[in-house]
């Protein structure tokens, strides 16, 4: 892979997935801490080297770090609500 393709390819996933965001976390994908029946949380802070995970905010008050190959888009910012 030539690294003006990673760059393309990690600027594509860095613009999937912005804070505010309401995600789904894929059913293949468990933590103990995620509420039971809940996989829906909101994106508070994008972090790791290559900006390519985040921080997701549950209903059961819990923060936890997932990698946005561990997510599905629910709701793309407040903007999206209008």
Do not use: W, Y
């Not at 059913?27 to 921080?55: C, T, W, Y």
Request: proline share 1%.
């Amino acid at each position: 892979m030539t690294h003006q393709l990673f760059l393309r390819i990690l600027i594509v996933k860095t613009l999937m997935f912005r804070v505010g965001d309401i995600v789904r976390i894929k059913h293949n994908v468990h933590d103990a801490q995620m509420p039971a029946f809940d996989r829906k949380g909101s994106i508070v802070e994008i972090v790791g080297k290559r900006k390519d995970q985040a921080l997701i905010v549950f209903s059961n008050k819990n923060i936890l770090k997932f990698h946005f190959c561990q997510m599905e888009s629910c709701i793309n910012t407040i903007n999206d609500i209008e």
